[in-house]
């Protein structure tokens, strides 16, 4: 699976935003998985996911991919929502053949009857430190930060509009 040795999760203390207390999360959900498929694999875990996305589950390369910034700031909601999320994606790939939605009805199943978790689809964490966007664009309502990307987008003619006013954004300042 990893590097780090398989360790209990009661071995960490609440706040512990170490990786192998994260792994150690990951294989506690695979053991409750494996209650119920017992040939279910092992994946293999990353900690190189950036941006605002908290978590992937990535079947190319074979295992599950996490955002150490976002764990790191609120580790115990990532371990409660986070790890089983990415995990019932885990589950649905390798038990139920051919193309299944993303979050359908498999998936919320498996949250629900393995994770006892509600089914959500996305995370609440404030994503301002794991994703930088330093170009600050305005409207007639409010501020908005872009990231390089999208600033390079609008230089080269792209234009972008406010969804709650309606008026063309544009650049304000670069922090």
């Known amino acids: ?5 398989a360790s209990d999760i009661s071995d960490f203390p609440p706040g512990d935003a170490s990786q192998a207390r ?17 040939t279910l694999p092992a994946p293999g875990v990353w900690c190189d996911l950036r941006g605002r996305s ?5 079947y190319g390369r074979g295992g599950l991919r996490f955002n150490m910034t976002l764990y790191a700031e609120q580790p115990e909601p990532f371990l409660a929502e986070v790890v089983p999320h990415e995990m019932a ?7 139920y053949p051919g193309r299944v939605r993303p979050h ?5 199943q498996v949250m ?7 089914p ?4 609440r964490f404030d994503t301002t430190r794991a994703s930088p966007a330093p170009y600050r664009y305005a409207c007639g309502c409010r501020v908005h930060h872009f990231t390089r990307r999208r600033y390079l987008n609008e230089r080269r003619g792209s234009q972008y ?4 006013c309606g008026e063309r954004l544009h650049l304000d300042a670069v922090s």
């Not at 994606?89 to 038990?95: D, Q």
Request: proline share 4%; aromatic share 10%.
């Open 89 to 95: 994606h885990w589950v649905v790939h390798h038990v």
């Open 104 to 108: 359908g009805v498999q998936w919320q």
């Open 22 to 38: 994260l792994v150690a999360h990951v294989e506690q959900c695979l053991q409750q998985a494996r209650a119920h498929y017992p």
């Open 54 to 58: 908290a978590g992937q589950a990535h």
């Open 112 to 118: 629900i009857d393995i994770f006892d978790r509600a």
């Open 1 to 5: 699976m990893t590097d780090f040795p």
């Open 120 to 123: 959500r689809v996305t995370h």
């Open 161 to 164: 509009r406010c969804r709650h």
